[in-house]
């Protein structure tokens, strides 16, 4: 057991206290004194980390795919048939029939009603259950990845992320199923396999997120971090053909310049000078492509088979545990993970605390994407961090420099033309309305 706390499998990246993560052991100065060649072999360890989590995946994907495409040439469905294999099966591949008025079951049912106080309070409880969350989830993910276990010279410190993401996840697919359970509000509508998809692209986001952060400089990452409208924009044009207004696509950019300008104002970066590589914006982009992917899938799922945030997160979680515990068992993350536990009791401890933070986070994610859809989602994850800088700036009287205040105030005319032009939108289809023939002889 010493053996394997003392060398952890694979050398994986903090995170710091707004949830980014950042890498290992002094990242920067390790990158500018290793020789080129070591650096070199570097890059080309992300890719044998994909190979690896790709076999991982293809030995779930593959048999998978045959026994669905087997099951749908023949005709079972037809056939009819009885018994829990049957049952689970139709399931797994056919799913049942979407109710026409869907399932209204709301994980909140007090934030019901679609007047414009109740959608405004509903919003609200999102972005601060969001932040609230993931703000807390981010200061004991950090602490737990720099806080060194054991006594004196013995001390060590956990060095596998990809366990703590397989914890989260496990976490979010019990505390979903037992909701299931307890409320008897289980809704197994649509193919269960087609869940899969969002799970799969989430692990993977979130994958190239932490290797992208070894080979991104840091305005480079929040960059990237800040311009995730725009992609998810893209995407939902091709997963549900939604079209977007002029305007709308203003705010995205505005909202990405006003965030970058102020993180990287206010954000330091001694934890992380290494240059922009090739690999790293490989990864950056993958990340925005999987992520947005991920969201847009979601959000696809709820309007086309309705069902409720809750089973969504259990669908969802119940692959998402499989896909990221193959991959662990592959690369021995996993004992070493446990042996880690049974050396470490405390661990085991904070470990359970990040995983229900998680867990109330995905609760927020979920019902936030089904009230609102991908894009308000991503634009309260994308202001999130600045938010949060912004909140501890007031609490503490730290002044902002100019760069930063320029930041905040294009994000806060990003968000006010918004509201400003959906008013406007609303108040001229209630005018139609009203007023179909003044309207049409005005056109
Ligand atoms: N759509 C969707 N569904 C399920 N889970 C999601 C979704 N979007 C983000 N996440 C999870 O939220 C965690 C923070 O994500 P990000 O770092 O990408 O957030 S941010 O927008 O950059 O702030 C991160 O958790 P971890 O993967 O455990 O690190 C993401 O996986």
Redesign the pocket.
């Known amino acids: 057991v010493d053996d394997v706390v003392a060398a952890a499998p694979s050398e994986k990246q903090k995170v710091t206290v707004s ?2 993560k950042h890498d290992g052991e002094g990242g920067h100065d390790h990158a500018h004194h290793i020789p080129h060649r070591v650096h070199n072999e570097e890059e080309e360890s992300w890719v044998q980390g994909f190979v690896w989590n790709m076999v991982g995946y293809l030995i779930i994907i593959i048999p998978a795919s045959f026994l669905i495409r087997m099951v749908k040439n023949s005709n079972f469905k037809e056939q009819g048939g009885q018994g829990k294999w049957y049952q689970l099966l139709t399931c797994c591949i056919f799913g049942n029939e979407a109710s026409p008025t869907g399932n209204k079951r709301s994980i909140f049912p007090c934030l019901s009603g679609d007047t414009t106080t109740a959608t405004a309070i509903k919003l609200a409880t999102c972005t601060i259950g969001l932040q609230v969350s ?1 703000l807390t ?1 981010g200061v004991l993910q950090e602490k737990v990845m720099t806080h060194k276990y054991g006594e004196g010279t013995q001390a060590v410190k956990f060095k596998n992320s990809e366990f ?2 397989f914890m ?2 496990i976490a979010a697919f019990i505390v979903a199923g037992l909701y299931i359970q307890i409320t008897r509000s289980g809704q197994w509508n649509g193919p269960f396999y087609r869940f899969s998809f ?1 799970s799969l692209s ?2 993977c ?2 994958w190239c ?1 932490y290797e992208a952060l070894r080979f991104v400089s840091f305005p480079t990452q929040v960059l990237g ?1 800040a311009s ?1 409208m725009i992609p998810v924009m893209i995407m939902g044009r091709v997963v549900s053909k939604k079209t977007y207004q002029y305007y709308e696509y203003v705010v995205a950019l505005m909202i990405s310049v006003g965030v970058s300008l102020f993180l990287t104002a206010t954000g330091s970066d001694k934890h992380n000078s290494t240059e922009t590589t090739v690999s790293g914006l490989i990864l950056m982009i993958g ?1 925005m492509g999987f ?1 947005s992917f ?2 847009n899938w ?1 959000s696809h799922m709820f309007t086309e088979y309705k069902v409720p945030s809750m089973q969504m997160m259990f669908n ?1 979680n119940c692959f998402s545990c499989l896909f990221t515990s193959v991959p662990l068992l592959i690369s021995g993350g996993m004992t070493y993970a446990l042996a880690f536990m049974m050396v470490h009791p405390s661990f085991a401890t904070h470990v359970g605390i990040i995983s229900l933070t ?1 867990v109330t ?2 609760m927020f ?2 019902y936030t ?1 089904a009230e609102f859809g ?1 894009l308000v ?2 634009t309260i ?2 202001t ?2 600045m938010l949060s800088i912004l909140l501890s700036c007031i609490i503490y009287g730290h002044v902002l420099t100019s760069q930063a205040a320029l930041g905040v105030s294009v994000v806060f005319c990003a968000l006010f033309l918004q509201i400003y032009a959906k008013y406007r939108i609303k108040q001229k289809k209630s005018q139609q309305v009203t007023n179909p023939r003044e309207q049409s002889d005005m056109a």
């Open positions: 949830g980014d993931y989830w703590l993401v989260n996840r969002a989430n692990i986001s979130s997120q971090k995730k990340y992520d991920t969201a979601q969802v998680s986070g995905q994610i979920f994407l991908p989602f991503t994850m994308v999130r961090n």
